[in-house]
């Protein structure tokens, strides 16, 4: 931990310290707002990757949604004339962010402190600390910046971890009444890290798009439900089916033409509480998570 030049409050967690494991699921809750839990744990001893992340919150719209989603687009010059732009999660979005996200949910936070998760490999600059100091009307020594590259152990984990958050998002891609969403909970197989951008933004989709499972809780009907479980899984994209670290070179690196319906959960579960029923989608595909992983 460290203060930056305008006072804000550094934790470097994976660029100039090593980080790790716990550092990752602390920062998955962080992102979650304090709604969610985080936990590791071994699932299928026998499997060749059997130790997952697990995600849960009661309050998945807000936690997921108004919080973990890297929803914040953020950018300024670095003071060294090159551009720093990243994507911030956490807390700290429900209080500063424009993102019209929050006009549907129709929430804000106002606080007199502020977190934001940024996935990164140097702190923000101090003209992107004003920004966010500037949005969230509070002073840079009241902001927390936490950052960790993608390829870091802290990184990896809490990527993984948004194994449940990017259920809530394909759900509302889908047009599906979040209020209706009561509960959920998702879990996802650990990736390796690797040190490569690429590589390890590549292993940590790969987790959730072809390991990922999610549970979510509806008070919805049974045709309602169903709707949501047939088309919620990874595997109803176009782009589905290979390394996303192969696909993402196949669009030569532009994010926004992969297709957005990939990402979601490899599998999912949604139960109606209105009848107690439950429908099931999609698969966990072992031998693409092999190839990536390995």
Known sequence: ???????????????????????????????????????????????????VVTVHTAQPVLACLASQYAGW?????????????????????AIGSSEK????????????NAVLVLEADCPPPPALVEKVAAACKLKPQHLTFIYAPTSSLAGTVQIAA???????????????PLDDIIDGIATAPLPPPAPGFIAAMGRTNDAIIYGGRAQLFVSSGAHEAK???????????????????????????????????????????VTTLKTGESFEAGHIDTAILSRSFA
């Open 162 to 176: 948004r194994c449940l958050e990017v259920a809530l998002h394909k759900a509302h891609e889908l047009h599906f």
């Open 1 to 51: 931990m460290s203060e930056g030049t305008l006072g804000e409050c550094r934790i470097d967690c994976g660029v100039n310290v090593v980080g790790g494991l716990e550092a990752g699921r602390r920062i998955a809750e962080i992102c979650l707002g304090g709604l969610g839990s985080v936990s590791l744990a071994a699932a299928d001893t026998d499997s060749s990757w059997a130790f």
């Open 73 to 93: 687009s953020l950018s300024a010059e670095d003071g060294k004339g090159k551009k720093y732009s990243v994507l911030g999660s956490g807390p700290a979005r």
């Open 227 to 269: 709707r949501l479980a047939d088309n919620l899984p990874s595997i109803k994209s176009k782009d589905y089916g290979k390394p996303f670290a192969d696909i993402f070179a196949a669009v030569k690196g532009d994010f926004y033409a992969i297709d957005r319906m990939l990402f979601s959960p490899a599998k999912v579960t």
């Open 101 to 112: 996200l929050f006009d549907e949910l129709g929430y804000r936070d106002s606080a007199p």
